[in-house]
T-cell receptor, first 113, second 115 residues
Framework: GAGVSQSPSNKVTEKGKDVELRCDPI?????LYWYRQRLGQGLEFLIY????????KSGLPSDRFSAERTGESVSTLTIQRTQQEDSAVYLC???????????FGEGSRLTVL | AQKVTQAQTEISVVEKEDVTLDCVYE???????LFWYKQPPSGELVFLIR??????QNEISGRYSWNFQKSTSSFNFTITASQVVDSAVYFC????????????FGAGTRLFVKA
């Protein structure tokens, strides 16, 4: 497809389990972002990848969160030992080289029981 | 520091009213870019507009218009004759060099348009 693709669209897990969320950006987009959005809230920045530069991890809330990106393609956000407060929609966005606008995926809704 | 402030958390209007969403930004850079995004109830964020700091011309697109004023560091968004379909959360955003060219979002303004 032509847009940003995220999977899974919905994930229900038990507290303490690890989860992986995947993002396929638009081909050719050098920048990739992960955001967290809790119900009725704004966008909480998590991590930013730009080309071959070191990622900006300043938004990761704890060391249970990590993300990787392979070149300028797929990215995976991993949450270890999930907690109930991790329940949210995790949004991925990609963009052409700055100052390009962001193209968002539909998000991965995570529910931690 | 780079920052985007959207002071209005929620706005409620009746259909056909005009409404302005405020956005104030902070940056010391002379070159920067401002954006507006819309997140309808369906959830998917979409890009609306980008302006660069050297172009202060106001822009109009149908019922939407944007007023960029460097003197007040504002980039306000007006919807004329609002419609129920305009109900959404609107985010203002900034990209600048000092911010590492990272998109910095405001907290968003939730707009309710009642029939």
């Amino acid at each position: 497809g032509a847009g940003v693709s995220q999977s899974p669209s919905n994930k229900v897990t038990e507290k303490g389990k690890d989860v992986e969320l995947r993002c396929d950006p638009i081909s050719g987009h050098t920048a990739l972002y992960w955001y967290r959005q809790r119900l009725g809230q704004g966008l909480e920045f998590l991590i930013y990848f730009q080309g071959n530069s070191a990622p900006d991890k300043s938004g990761l809330p704890s060391d249970r969160f990590s993300a990787e990106r392979t070149g300028e393609s797929v990215s995976t956000l991993t949450i270890q030992r999930t907690q109930q407060e991790d329940s949210a929609v995790y949004l991925c966005a990609s963009s052409p080289p700055p100052p390009g606008e962001l193209f968002f995926g539909e998000g991965s809704r995570l529910t931690v029981l | 520091a780079q920052k985007v402030t959207q002071a209005q958390t929620e706005i409620s209007v009746v259909e056909k009213e005009d409404v302005t969403l405020d956005c104030v930004y902070e940056t010391r850079d002379t070159t920067y870019y401002l954006f507006w995004y819309k997140q309808p109830p369906s959830g998917e964020l979409v890009f609306l507009i980008r302006r660069n700091s050297f172009d202060e011309q106001n822009e109009i697109s149908g019922r939407y218009s944007w007023n960029f004023q460097k003197s007040t560091s504002s980039f306000n968004f007006t919807i004329t004759a609002s419609q129920v379909v305009d109900s959404a959360v609107y985010f203002c955003a900034l990209i600048c060099f000092t911010g590492g060219f990272k998109t910095i979002f405001g907290a968003g303004t939730r707009l309710f348009v009642k029939a």
